[in-house]
Nanobody, 124 residues
Framework: QVQLVESGGGLVQPGGSLRLSCAAS????????FGWFRQAPGKEREGVSS????????WYTASVKGRFTISRDKAKNVVYLQMNNLQREDTAVYYC?????????????????WGQGTQVSVSS
């Protein structure tokens, strides 16, 4: 059974840091790209960052550039999102997603595998 399991969310003060992890299991060997998305209450799901399979090229939405870093450990099938200088507007449920064509994208509709989400709350 293919699964994506996120961890690492929590409550942090503005300016703080968190590292999210996404562990992928049960994958048929393939060329998966991964993405991180977030959804705040009353808002649409937003692409935050993505990483390709072939050359680990990365994409970020403008609001997180310079603060968030996506990385992956192919051997362990784990994808990370290091989030620094967190702001209140980063508060959301964060989701990990995977897609089999290996091409990084911030469009949620191209992803066919999703985790259950992890809550990130930024508050003083």
């Amino acid at each position: 059974q293919v699964q994506l399991v996120e961890s690492g969310g929590g409550l942090v003060q503005p300016g703080g840091s968190l590292r999210l992890s996404c562990a992928a299991s049960g994958f048929i060997k393939g060329y998966y790209a991964f993405g991180w998305f977030r959804q705040a209450p009353g808002k649409e799901r937003e692409g935050v960052s993505s990483i390709s399979f072939s050359d680990n090229s990365t994409w970020y939405t403008a609001s997180v550039k310079g603060r968030f870093t996506i990385s992956r450990d192919k051997a362990k099938n784990v994808v990370y999102l290091q989030m620094n200088n967190l702001q209140r507007e980063d508060t959301a449920v964060y989701y990990c997603a995977a897609q089999a064509d290996g091409i990084a994208s911030l469009r949620p509709d191209v992803y066919d595998l999703w985790g259950q989400g992890t809550q990130v709350s930024v508050s003083s």
